[in-house]
């Protein structure tokens, strides 16, 4: 079973080997995309934007994925480059919606 808890500083590191993940998943499929390094630091600033809020997926104890996203002052929410990354679809979808109350709630 998915459960799914708010991001907590502790799990930055699973968080960023996501992010490389997938980042080499789509540099794999799009080589023009930018080389990137430094994930953990990458979503530690997705993390330190003002207003962010995350959750994360965890099954058995392993991260599954994560989302993290913060108001843009134009009534909506942005998840920039850093802000996702899940192993699989359903786990994005399942975190997308554990959030969008919240989001809806915050105005």
Same mark, same amino acid.
């Given at each position: 079973m998915t459960k799914i808890v708010p991001f907590a500083a502790t799990m930055? =590191?699973?968080?960023? #080997?996501?992010?490389?993940?997938?980042? *080499?998943?789509?540099r794999a499929a799009e080589p023009l995309l930018p080389v990137v390094t430094d994930f953990p *630091?990458? #979503?530690? *600033?997705?993390?330190?934007? =003002? $207003?962010? *809020? $995350?959750? #994360?997926?965890?099954?058995n104890g392993l991260m599954l994925g994560y989302l993290v996203g913060a108001p843009t002052g134009t009534d909506r929410i942005e998840v920039g480059f850093a802000g996702h990354a899940a192993v699989e679809p359903e786990v994005a979808r399942d975190l997308y919606s554990a959030l969008a109350q919240d989001w #809806?709630?915050?105005?």
């Open positions: 930055l =590191d699973d968080a960023a #080997v996501l992010l490389a993940d997938r980042h *080499a998943r789509h *630091a990458h #979503v530690e *600033a997705a993390l330190a934007v =003002d $207003g962010a *809020a $995350g959750a #994360v997926a965890l099954r #809806v709630d915050a105005g």
